[in-house]
Nanobody, 115 residues
Framework: QVQFVESGGGSVQAGGSLRLSCVPS????????SAWYRQAPGKKREVVAR???????NYIDSVKGRFTISRDKAKKAVYLQMNSLEPEDTAVYYC?????????WGQGTQVTVSS
């Protein structure tokens, strides 16, 4: 059973930055397309950014220009650099393959942005 392990969350003030990291619990796991998702209180989980096997990236409109997804294939790691954070970015952030596979969800990492 593979799950993703997220880290790097925390509490910051608006305008601050955080860098999230994610690795699979089993390093022999092969990853193709990956994505970062988030779930805010009372809202559905949504995809925030994704990166394809060829390295192409996509973002939801609300984070374009502020967030950057990247990966290290050798480490099987996926990162999310978040700049100019806004209170609306407050959520639990998860990584998974894209499209997601429900059995791979990890615990996520909490990001809290105060105004």
């Amino acid at each position: 059973q593979v799950q993703f392990v997220e880290s790097g969350g925390g509490s910051v003030q608006a305008g601050g930055s955080l860098r999230l990291s994610c690795v699979p619990s089993r390093m022999s796991f092969s990853i193709y397309a990956s994505a970062w998702y988030r779930q805010a209180p009372g809202k559905k989980r949504e995809v925030v950014a994704r990166i394809s096997n060829d390295g192409s990236t996509n973002y939801i409109d609300s984070v374009k220009g502020r967030f950057t997804i990247s990966r290290d294939k050798a480490k099987k790691a996926v990162y999310l650099q978040m700049n100019s954070l806004e209170p609306e970015d407050t959520a639990v952030y998860y990584c998974n393959v894209y499209p997601y596979f429900r059995d791979y969800w990890g615990q996520g990492t909490q990001v809290t942005v105060s105004s």
